[in-house]
């Protein structure tokens, strides 16, 4: 089991910047590829970026590239999504996801384990 909390969403203007983190429990936490998913009001829930166990690899979605960057710390269990240059359409709940083995792709139903989501909100 893994439990996932993800934490530091807020309200930020266009152009800021936000790092959210996800804090997991749990001994295997390496052993799980971790990815991070948005979901905006009214729409479906979209894959944003991947990281594999090791944190060798990463993915992201086209139009985060070049402005998200996700890292993970195994010693501290925590999976981080650095964002900037931030934009209204990046306004959303953000999710932090875990899927059991090296690395994922980009669809939900890859992913075990879901945190409870932080809202970001960027202001034009």
């Known amino acids: 089991q893994v439990q996932l909390v993800e934490s530091g969403g807020g309200l930020v203007q266009a152009g800021g910047s936000l790092r959210l983190s996800c804090a997991a429990s749990?001994?295997?936490?390496?052993?799980?590829?971790m990815a991070w998913f948005r979901q905006a009001p009214g729409k479906e829930r979209e894959f944003v970026a991947v990281i594999s166990w090791s944190g060798g690899s990463t993915y992201y979605t086209d139009s985060v590239k070049g402005r998200f960057t996700i890292s993970r710390d195994n010693a501290k269990i925590t999976v981080y999504l650095q964002m900037n240059s931030l934009k209204p359409e990046d306004t959303a709940v953000y999710y932090c996801?875990?899927?059991?083995?090296?690395?994922?792709?980009?669809?939900?139903?890859?992913?075990?384990?879901w945190g409870q989501g932080t809202q970001v909100t960027v202001s034009s």
């Open positions: 996801a875990a899927a059991h083995g090296y690395y994922s792709g980009s669809s939900i139903s890859e992913y075990d384990y």
């Open positions: 749990g001994r295997t936490f390496s052993s799980y590829a």
